[in-house]
């Protein structure tokens, strides 16, 4: 144990870039124990990020002991055979250490709402990933070097390039070999299974849509920009409604017809002609209508929320794509896959300062977004609840089952919201009770005081029925 500690010390303090006089040498075992500190983390981080959803692949273990095994080998010839283990071991803390803060970074992102819009910047721009690792590898750099001057006294330039030069071969190791995940997620490409793979398609991502263009984010600025230049303006003295449309997954054209269906059943019960500005990725509307990325999100909420009155007006937010637990599913053309969490939609919400909102999600485990969004002027729709997938996705449908029975079936004049959510649950139970499927559990909030500032749309519309 106290070997251990010694490491710890030895790691902790190279952190900080100073070096450990008269550092005590560990034996095996505290070796093997950061060895499989490092290889346990790497699993853990690949179970999270394959979500509740992923397959356990065993060839994954052999993958993840061989990784640490090779950069060990690796690291072994560029450190004194006299204090390796101890040396080696301290190397491994460190890239715990260095593990650890990437992934807090990125965990960070996702789940604080305050920090949406660098979630959003982060993700929608290629050299953010890129700046976060240069500056991981500069602070690994350094602390090696006082790893490795904490056992051979030398030249702190010799030092540093000794450590450069472990860090490039280590970088080499990472890129050349297949990286199998324990735990695979749905949308794994064993294509990106190491560092070469990935790097090459995220440029040829960049590639396909412009993304490191500045003339093509001109183009997605003015794209946007027409949208909201296109709105009729709101009249005054009365409940105008705006509509903000967002189909997620490019690979499935099954949400841009439902998000076009859909915004034409809510048009022929509260006045949206004119007032809706649609994110849709997919390849046939690259140069027609704006993607949906968090950037384009939070610019869109923004360009109403400056047309609109925003106490008094209502935004009726429509969102459809696959889902994962963590939040809304988002797959560009480029085929790059992202998510819009449901702390980023509030936050962006609530920063505008939109008060009234309507929020309807046909996407599996969209019931994540309820707690979020819920108070007495939201109303929250979801296909599904937290822990439940929705269906009907395929590829060849109009519509999903949500929206086959919320939007074509039970969106009516005069049949408030509430009605025709209770309709489409029964719906879609029958169905789902027919394919024995597990049932979705749409879930539902109702903000009383948005539910009574909308009953005259609904209420004039029973009377024109009449």
């Known amino acids: 144990m106290k070997s251990v500690w010694s490491v710890l010390r030895i790691a902790f303090r190279a952190a900080v870039w100073r070096t450990t006089p008269d550092a005590r040498l560990a034996g095996l075992p505290s070796f093997l124990i950061c060895a499989a500190a490092l290889a346990a983390l790497r699993v853990v981080v690949q179970l999270l990020a394959a979500g509740p959803r992923g397959a356990f692949n065993p060839y994954g273990l052999n993958a993840a002991i061989a990784w640490v095994a090779l950069e060990v080998a690796v690291a072994a010839l560029f450190v004194q055979p006299a204090a390796r283990t101890t040396a080696l071991s301290a190397m491994l803390t460190l890239s715990i250490l260095a593990e650890l803060a990437t992934n807090a970074v990125k965990l960070a992102l996702a789940l604080i709402p305050a920090l949406a819009a660098a979630n959003a910047v982060f993700h929608d721009h290629a050299a953010a990933p890129i700046a976060v690792f240069a500056v991981v590898s500069l602070w690994w750099i350094g602390a090696m070097v006082a790893v490795l001057r904490s056992f051979a006294p030398r030249p702190r330039l010799a030092a540093l390039g000794r450590a450069a030069a472990l860090w490039a071969a280590l970088l080499a190791v990472s890129a050349l070999v297949p990286h199998a995940p324990v735990f695979v997620a ?146 560009l053309p480029s085929e790059v896959v992202t998510q819009l969490t449901p702390q980023e939609v509030a936050a962006a919400l609530d920063n505008e300062g939109i008060k009234n909102r309507i929020v309807i999600v046909s996407a ?38 949500f929206g086959d029975a919320f939007f074509r079936q039970s969106v009516r004049p005069g049949r408030d919201f509430q009605r025709a959510f209770d309709n489409a649950r029964v719906l879609i139970q029958g169905w789902e009770l027919m394919d024995r499927a597990r049932p979705s559990n749409p879930q539902a909030h109702f903000g009383p005081a948005l539910v009574a500032k909308l009953a005259p749309f609904f209420q004039s519309e029973q009377a024109a029925g009449r």
């Open 186 to 331: 749905r949308n794994f490409d064993i294509r990106t299974a190491n560092l070469w793979e990935s790097l090459s398609a995220q440029f040829t991502a960049l590639k396909k849509d412009g993304g490191a263009d500045p003339g093509f984010e001109q183009s997605q600025r003015s794209l946007l920009q027409a949208e909201i230049a296109g709105l009729v303006p709101p009249t005054k003295g009365t409940t105008n409604i705006y509509a903000l449309g967002v189909a997620g997954w490019a690979d499935q054209d099954v949400f841009v017809k439902e998000l076009d269906g859909g915004l034409a059943a809510l048009g022929g019960v509260l006045p949206l002609r004119g007032h809706a500005v649609r994110l849709v990725n997919h390849r046939e509307t690259l140069e027609s209508l704006p993607l949906a990325n968090q950037r384009n999100f939070v610019a869109a909420v923004h360009g109403l929320g400056e047309i609109m009155d925003k106490d008094a007006d209502v935004l009726l937010l429509l969102m459809t794509s696959h889902g994962e637990p963590a939040g809304f599913g988002l797959r």
């Open 364 to 401: 599996c485990y969209a019931g994540v977004f309820v707690p979020p969004l819920t108070n007495d002027n939201t109303i929250v729709i979801t296909a599904a609840d937290a822990k439940s997938t929705s269906f009907g996705c395929a590829p060849e449908r109009d519509w999903t089952y």
